[in-house]
């Protein structure tokens, strides 16, 4: 059967059901990890302050194991104070609007196709490496 957990407090109630259903006390669950008891007590009250390796171990112990399951496509923080009109560029209304301003260069989109590129007097950077 499926738990599924959004809150610590909700993973304090279920280890400690967890732990019951197998008719193991604190003592014995204990035993097994190869911690005291109060360890095992301090894992049920405060699950957050647990390692999740520690967790892993715990919910094995009981019969139990950690799953991740993807719910939703997320947006990443960066992005989720942004609104829509600044996520994407504006589209021109028109094909006017795409002519340049009266002394601004063409850009290279615009530049006629018989017009030769303009020369590049910067040296060419090194390859980026990847990471």
Known sequence: MD????LTSQLQQLLKSLRKSRQMTQAQLARHLGVVQSRVADIEREPGSVSVEQLMNVLAML???????????????????????????????????????????????????????????????PPRGQW
């Open 3 to 6: 738990y599924p957990l959004q």
């Open 63 to 125: 019969g139990a194991q950690l799953v991740v399951r993807e719910t939703a496509p997320s947006t990443p923080p960066s992005a989720a104070g942004r609104s829509l009109d600044k996520q994407a560029p504006a589209q021109p209304a028109s094909p006017d609007d795409k002519l340049p301003q009266a002394g601004a260069p063409p850009s290279r989109q615009e530049r006629p196709s018989s017009a030769p590129p303009p020369p590049n007097d910067a040296p060419e950077a």
